[in-house]
């Protein structure tokens, strides 16, 4: 299943400080909930992991992320990377761009990404991915926003303790329950009639 997720937000904050941020995969990885730098392989290239919980299920994926493009004077950072679940039950592979802009007060940051996701995470369906997406960038830019922000107002940068594991179940019981639906009727060799009803506006499937 191939995803395509735009994103865009303001940080009080100038470019620089905001470009050395987001090109530090190690605070990167501090406001992603269950995410961890593991290994620094080269210059552009790093190992990590990253843990997701449903209800009582946990999964554990480990990958690579690499920078294939760093420009420091536009402002734009082209990456790669991907990952498998450790027990082999499918991955996801991505590339990302990100561009910052100067604007009043700050900087504006425009993400765009192309998502493949294989084996059970695709089970899960768009709506549910979209959803978790959503939950992730949410919870990252808040961070990333209190670290930065925070250091420029003199406030403490840290929001408390990091979440150990990505909590799915958070984002609703109701579309925990359709994505588990889904994932079910899938596995047994039913349908995916309510595959439609989940989609949101957020993502937009690749052709």
């Known amino acids: 299943m191939a995803i395509r997720i735009e994103k865009t937000f303001t940080v009080k904050a100038p470019p ?23 290994e620094k392989v080269d210059d552009r290239t790093y190992a990590g992991t990253m843990k997701v919980k449903l209800g009582p299920v946990s999964a554990s994926y480990k990958g690579r ?5 760093l420009d420091d004077v536009a402002k734009v950072a082209e990456l790669s990377g991907g990952g498998e679940e450790t027990k082999g039950k499918g991955g996801a592979q991505m590339r990302m761009t990100s561009r910052l802009e100067e604007v009043d007060g700050g900087t504006e940051v425009h993400v765009v990404s192309d998502v493949e996701v294989t084996g059970i995470l695709a089970q899960f369906g768009r709506g549910m991915i979209d959803d978790v997406s959503d939950q992730m960038f949410d919870k990252f830019t808040a961070k990333m926003r209190t670290s930065l922000e ?17 909590d799915v179940g958070s984002i609703g019981v109701q579309a925990g329950k359709r994505a588990i639906g889904r994932a079910f009727r899938k596995l047994s ?18 052709q």
């Open 16 to 38: 620089g400080e905001v470009w050395a941020f987001l090109t530090d995969p190690e605070k990167v990885a501090s406001c992603l909930p269950g995410a961890a730098i593991t």
């Open 65 to 69: 992320l690499r920078f294939d493009r």
């Open 150 to 166: 925070g250091d420029r107002s003199g406030a403490p940068g840290g929001d408390g303790e990091k979440e150990e594991a990505l």
């Open 189 to 206: 060799g039913g349908g995916d009639e309510e595959e439609n009803e989940a989609g949101t506006d957020h993502g937009k499937e690749a």
